[in-house]
């Protein structure tokens, strides 16, 4: 096993005294990674927790569209059954005005003719 220049041992140590540095070093390694495993697993954690509350927050608010979707349905259903029935609606009252107007076309003319022959009457009675 070569020398690490670093290795607090003298240079003319024995295989037992590399052993026991060896292990102590093993031993700072094992410390070193539990601190990292139980670093990782803290993080790994708090990062579920912050995926749960963003999960709890995000499914509330989708429950509310949800529901608002919902609503928003059933008003576009009742609108359309509205407008079919205003459609429906304006249709007889088309044909309404149109028979209407129909009838009133003679009675339009009728009192025209009136309105003609009451000047020329006016007119033969009233001097000018």
Known sequence: ????????????????EYQHYNA?????????????IETVQLTGQRLDEKI?????????RLEIVEMVV??????IKKNSEDIKKNSEDIKKNTV??????????PVIEKVERHD????????????A
């Not at 749960?52 to 509330?60: I, P, Q, Y």
């Not at 919902?70 to 008003?75: F, K, L, P, T, Y």
């Open 70 to 75: 919902r609503g928003n349905s059933e008003d």
């Open 96 to 105: 309404t005005i149109q028979r209407l107007e129909q009838k009133l076309d």
């Open 116 to 127: 003609v022959d009451i000047l020329r009457l006016k007119s033969a009675v009233l001097p």
């Open 52 to 60: 749960d509350g963003v999960e709890k927050r995000l499914t509330e």
């Open 24 to 36: 102590v070093l093993l031993e700072e390694i094992r410390s070193q990674m539990n601190g990292v």
């Open 1 to 16: 096993m070569s020398r690490d220049k670093k290795s607090k041992l003298p240079p003319d140590a024995s295989t037992k």
